[in-house]
Structure formats: structure tokens, C-alpha cells
């Protein structure tokens, strides 16, 4: 079964570093999103990417943040200069042309010294 | 006012037994609604999705929704200990590019044998 991977599944990094987060959405799929999820807390949506360019993007995604599909497979989020709260897992999710299905990673858990 | 609001619960339920969640929404333009199932430290797995009022069943889950009062629910039937999990109420404002998917904060099932 075709699946959404990421890397790393585990990043620590300190305060102020750039980390890029990576993500190989399922092949055939068209839409891409990046999430959040700081332990203990809600899922927040942070951004979402259709046809090469951002569709939208939450409060949370600021000028820190940016997103990139820099090849066919990749799709990838990065943050410029980490703050402690940036501290979370980050989720990667994409859909298909059917949009029934909506498809996430196993994550990447960030923690920022 | 959130957008989408759960019981945090936890929700205990005797193996066997119906599980019922209940989740509302704020927007009222809200077109498609979804719930997944997320065990601890895993990401989120979809198990339903509805879009029309009225119930829609699939194996031992049942969705309902009604937009009028802009509410949804899920039912599970025959609750196993294996659905013991956090249940995410997600609501998307269907647009032309299916952008933003707005979580609830979950409402944790504990199935007791």
C-alpha cells in the first residue's frame, strides 16, 4: 500500500538553527500539507500546497516557515531560525485526485533546545 | 470561539459496548467533515468521512451529521479494546483546492475489558 513517508523521524536542534524537514507524499497525489502537534495538544494545520504554489496557510506559518516541492517526489517545510516552541511533532499529509482520503506520515518530532 | 470542539474525555467504554463521540463546528459554510483515529504517538488514520446530513455506516462505525445544528458524531459499535485511542473530529470549508482542514482536540476512548 502506497504510503506517505518522512525523515528524520527524529530531529533536536538548538534555538536560532535553520532545519528543514523532508517529506515524499504518496505519488499520484496533488495536494500537500504540513501540520503540527505539540505533545499533549490539538492537531493545528499549518500549511497546505496545490499545483506548485501555497493554497493556505494558518496564523502559525509565518515568515519563519516556507515550503517547497523541490523535485517531483519531495515536498518539504523549513524553519529558518527555531524558537522553543517550535517544539512539536510535525505531520505530513497528502490527498489524490479522488479527495476521499487524506494520507499523513509518521511524523518528524522536533525538539528545540 | 474554537472551531471544532470535542469532550476531551477520556470516554470509558465496556468492551462490547457502544462508543459514542459527539463533535461541533463553528462555521457554518463547513462542507465535509472527517473522523480519524490516532493512538498514542502515531498519526492520525482516517476512518470516516461524511458530507450529507444524515447517517452513513461503515463495518462497526456510523457517522452522523447534521448541519442544521452543526453537529457530527461517531458511533462505535461492538467497542474492542483495540479502538482504544483519541478520536479527531476534522472539518474542511470545501473551497476549489480543498486547503485548510480545521481539527478538534480529540476525545479519548478507553475500552475496559
Known amino acids: 500500500e502506497p504510503e506517505v513517508t518522512q525523515t528524520p523521524s527524529h530531529q533536536v536542534t538548538q534555538m536560532g538553527q535553520e532545519v528543514i524537514l523532508r517529506c515524499v507524499p504518496i505519488?499520484?497525489?496533488?495536494?500537500f500539507y504540513w501540520y503540527r502537534q505539540i505533545l499533549g495538544q490539538k492537531v493545528e494545520f499549518l500549511v497546505s500546497?496545490?499545483?506548485?504554489?501555497?493554497?493556505?496557510k494558518s496564523e502559525i506559518f509565518d515568515d519563519q516557515f516556507s515550503v517547497e516541492r523541490p523535485d517531483g517526489s519531495n515536498f518539504t517545510l523549513k524553519i529558518r531560525s527555531t524558537k522553543l516552541e517550535d517544539s512539536a511533532m510535525y505531520f505530513c499529509?497528502?490527498?489524490?485526485?479522488?479527495?476521499?482520503?487524506?494520507?499523513f506520515g509518521p511524523g518528524t518530532r522536533l525538539l528545540v533546545l | 470561539q474554537k472551531e471544532v470542539e470535542q469532550n476531551s474525555g477520556p470516554l470509558s467504554v465496556p468492551e462490547g459496548a457502544i462508543a459514542s463521540l459527539n463533535c461541533t463546528y463553528s462555521?457554518?459554510?463547513?462542507?465535509?467533515f472527517f473522523w480519524y483515529r490516532q493512538y498514542s504517538g502515531k498519526s492520525p488514520e482516517l476512518i470516516m468521512s461524511?458530507?450529507?446530513?444524515g447517517d452513513k455506516e461503515d463495518g462497526r462505525f456510523t457517522a452522523q451529521l447534521n448541519k442544521a445544528s452543526q453537529y457530527v458524531s461517531l458511533l462505535i459499535r461492538d467497542s474492542q479494546p483495540s479502538d482504544s485511542a483519541t478520536y479527531l473530529c476534522?472539518?474542511?470549508?470545501?473551497?476549489?483546492?480543498?486547503?485548510?482542514?480545521?481539527f478538534g482536540a480529540g476525545t479519548q476512548v478507553v475500552v475496559t475489558p
Open positions: 500546497f496545490y499545483n506548485n504554489e501555497i493554497s493556505e
Open positions: 505519488s499520484n497525489h496533488l495536494y
Open positions: 461524511i458530507y450529507s446530513n
Open positions: 462555521d457554518r459554510v463547513s462542507q465535509s
Open positions: 476534522a472539518v474542511i470549508r470545501t473551497t476549489d483546492s480543498w486547503g485548510k482542514f480545521q
Open positions: 499529509a497528502s490527498i489524490g485526485t479522488g479527495r476521499e482520503t487524506q494520507y
